[in-house]
C-alpha cells in the first residue's frame, strides 16, 4: 500500500526557515514526478512547487519562487521542501503528492493531476 507522510512542519517567524520532507513507502516513486501543495483556511489548495522524476528539472509557483526549493533523494525514496524567506501569507497545510503519470515529461500544475497524497503537515508564520 502506498503511503507518503511529510514532517518538519511547525510555526516559526516571518522571515525564518523550515524544511519538509516527504517520505513514500509501499513503493519506488524514481519514475514519477512529485508536487508539493499547500492549502490555508477557506483556499482551495495551490501548487507549490514540482520536480521531475529525474529531478532534473523543477518548477515553482511565482509567490515561492526564490525563497523555496523542492528536491528529491531517489535512494530514500524522499522529497524535500526548503522554505527560507518565510511570509504570513505561507501558512498553510502543506502536501505531497505523487503524479502518477511513469515518466511525464512535464511537471503538472493541478492537484487534479496528481493521485497519491500525504496527510498533511501545518506551517505556520507568525508575524
Known amino acids: 500500500q502506498v503511503q507518503l507522510v511529510e514532517s518538519g512542519g511547525g510555526v516559526v517567524q516571518a522571515g525564518g526557515s523550515l524544511r519538509l520532507s516527504c517520505a513514500a513507502s509501499?513503493?519506488?516513486?524514481?519514475?514519477?514526478?512529485m508536487g508539493w501543495f499547500r492549502q490555508a483556511p477557506g483556499k482551495e489548495r495551490e501548487f507549490v512547487a514540482g520536480?521531475?522524476?529525474?529531478?532534473?528539472?523543477?518548477t515553482y509557483a511565482d509567490s515561492v519562487k526564490g525563497r523555496f526549493t523542492i528536491s528529491r533523494d531517489n535512494a530514500k525514496n524522499t522529497v524535500y521542501l526548503q522554505m527560507n524567506s518565510l511570509k504570513p501569507e505561507d501558512t498553510a497545510v502543506y502536501y505531497c503528492?505523487?503524479?502518477?503519470?511513469?515518466?511525464?515529461?512535464?511537471?503538472?500544475?493541478?492537484?487534479?493531476?496528481?493521485?497519491?497524497w500525504g496527510q498533511g503537515t501545518q506551517v505556520t508564520v507568525s508575524s
Open positions: 520536480i521531475r522524476w529525474s529531478g532534473a528539472r523543477t
Open positions: 503528492a505523487v503524479d502518477p503519470a511513469s515518466g511525464r515529461w512535464y511537471i503538472a500544475l493541478s492537484a487534479y493531476e496528481y493521485d497519491y
Open positions: 509501499g513503493r519506488t516513486f524514481t519514475r514519477y514526478n
